[in-house]
């Protein structure tokens, strides 16, 4: 049956479904974006709905998050009306070793670092092929830049060797602008030996917002995979 399913989406579906299984109720949770994100926050809604779930709270980190987390039943709060987030769920491009991530790839890497970071416990979703070596070895590195500090940004990255490109829209002329309103460009280097200094180093470029480089929060990362025609979820911890 689950073998005529596109390995990739059963990755996905299982893995979120991890995921949506650690929410405790009565916890605030940091909604991630992405499709495997879309998939956790279905079925933290279905828990809710059945009344495995309850009295939870969601702090979304996107558009979509937050369409998809009212569209599911999971009630909303902002930063400003609560003390904590409990636990984080969000998917990410890339994953090393070291559990230190690539994000960006739906262009959310702002708020999503935002809440992330702030959570007690932030859980990785992910299906194996985002499992790397080395960072940047299969992704682009997503910087989201303010629009009039587009060139300057575009030169200094340059200057530190990284190889720019603006993100274009599809279905869209023109670049795709952030949830924020800005541009995102989305870098090649061609090693990322130190990702903790990379990542401070570009967010000290005047203009630039956040980039995609998530180093020392994750905590534990659900990895989907299919075994034999069967999802498996796999954990890696710190
Ligand atoms: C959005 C993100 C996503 O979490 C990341 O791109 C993974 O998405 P998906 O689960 O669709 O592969 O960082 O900015």
């Given amino acids: 049956m689950s073998s005529s399913i596109d390995p990739i989406i059963l990755m996905k579906q299982e893995v979120g479904k991890a995921a949506a299984a650690r929410v405790l109720s009565g916890s605030v949770v940091g909604l991630g974006t992405g499709s495997t994100m879309a998939y956790a926050i279905q079925f933290i809604g279905d828990r809710l709905q059945n009344g495995d779930l309850k009295n939870i709270k969601g702090i979304p980190t996107s558009f979509q998050s937050r369409v998809l987390a009212k569209e599911y039943g999971i009630p909303l709060v902002t930063l400003d009306e609560v003390d904590r987030i409990h636990v984080a769920i969000d998917g990410a491009d890339e994953v090393d070793p070291h559990l230190n991530l690539i994000k960006g ?31 940047g070895s299969t992704f682009l590195l997503p910087v989201e830049v303010l629009p009039m500090a587009i060139s300057p940004v575009t030169k200094a990255i340059t200057n530190l060797g990284g190889r720019p490109q603006l993100r274009m829209g599809v279905k869209k002329a023109g670049p795709v602008v952030t949830d924020q309103g800005n541009l995102v460009l989305d870098v090649k280097f061609d090693r990322i030996d130190n990702p903790g200094e990379l990542e401070k180093t570009l967010n000290n470029i005047p203009g630039v917002l956040e980039n995609g480089l998530f180093v020392d929060v994750a905590d534990l990362v659900l990895v989907g995979e299919v075994i034999d025609g069967q999802p498996v979820v796999r954990e890696i911890t710190r």
Avoid: C, Y
Wanted: glycine share 6%.
């Fill in 105 to 135: 790839g739906g262009a959310a890497h702002t708020q999503e670092k935002i809440i992330d970071a702030l959570a007690d416990r932030f859980i990785v979703v992910v299906d194996s092929t985002k499992l790397v070596t080395d960072l």
